[in-house]
């Protein structure tokens, strides 16, 4: 019998692994998913409206900006775990080959959201560290050859994604069915005994590749962002203590040799507004930053030491290690949602700007619509007073 002509079960034509994964992408996905993209939206026009962009307002934007192309990326993902999307033809005819390649594109933005995390922690460290360091503006043009540099080094670390795997795809049931089974390069054997036909130029770059991208991408970030992250809480700390400390040991002396404490004070509090205004700004901003980088470790590490085991490993791993991949993989699709509640969350500034940035937004179209319609009003009201006179001429008459 040929195969061409044999038709398909629907137990064999759906996508979903697993009952987990089916359910995590089809119930939880979507709300997740659409909180996510409006969040990182509205955290882009809060951040891109302030009016002076830092360096870490920038590596932020741009963070926002590849957690919303990776949630974006897996959306076809999620549509293959529906029934009416993973038995539609056309839908499996588009999605099948384009599988490996949208992985290894979210791949990327994952790959380029990490080194902005670590580019901004390392950013707000230098700052508490050095006073200086906030008076130098950002040169554009640094920025994006730094920007450029980086996607185009992350790109190359992750572009292995795309070749590899081998895709087998068949039509069967007179083509109307359509199936695909993607096979890693660097098995020895291939299921079923099959012969692995992946030239050894390409099985030795997808290794070489595989272990530069685990070890530049996965366990050189989380080290970085772990010492980074303790650094930024011991100079925050420490400088919220010497901020408050030094006013109260300058209060107390000034009790102990008997003169008026509060008037000198109150002076010292005017001398140096500026200078402590400036360093409650940078508290805040450093203490969002390390909201940020703790949410994103807690929720982007274990994923990528799983997946990071999965790609050096060349055995296959069994159902239980199927579901612990699907549960980190899951866990970084909350992480990118998470960064428009840890920003509400921990800074005061953001949820002021956000409400400002929208009153402005709604205030400027309800002022322009008022306006619409006074105005309407206005010419109606000349109509109607031409209409009455020339009815009150004509009655004259």
Known sequence: MDSSSLCLPESQLRLSGSTLESFLYTVLFPPICLFGVVGNALTILVLVNNDFMSRANIFLTCL?????????????????????????????????????????????????????????????VAGVRSPLHRLTTPSRGKLTTGLISLLTCCAALTFYNHVSHHCFIKSFCNASQIMAVCLDVNLDVWPNNRTNI????????????????????????????????????????????????????????????????????????RRHSDQILQQRTEHRVAVTVCAVVTSFTITQAPSAVVLTVNSLLKERLDAHWYHMTTITSFLVVIGKSLNFVVFCLSSSSFRRRLANTLRSKYGSRDEKRSHSINTTYTRCDSRDSRILSQKKSFQSI
């Open 64 to 124: 926002a900006v590849c957690d919303v192309s990776f949630l974006i990326l897996i959306i076809p993902h999620s549509l293959a775990n529906f029934d009416r999307f993973a038995f539609n033809y056309t839908f499996r005819y588009l999605y099948l080959p384009s599988k490996m390649h949208l992985i290894a594109f979210a791949n990327w933005t994952s790959a380029v959201a990490i080194w902005l995390v670590v580019g901004v922690c390392f950013e707000r």
């Open 198 to 269: 992946s030239p050894p130029a390409l099985r030795t770059y997808v290794a070489a590749t595989r272990a530069a991208n685990a070890a530049l991408v996965v366990f050189l970030p989380m080290i970085l962002l772990v010492v980074l992250n303790m650094m930024l809480l011991y100079y925050v700390k420490k400088r919220s203590f010497f901020m408050y400390a030094s006013l109260g040991r300058v209060s107390a002396r000034m009790r102990k040799s008997g003169d008026v404490a509060l008037p000198f004070v109150g002076t010292l509090f």
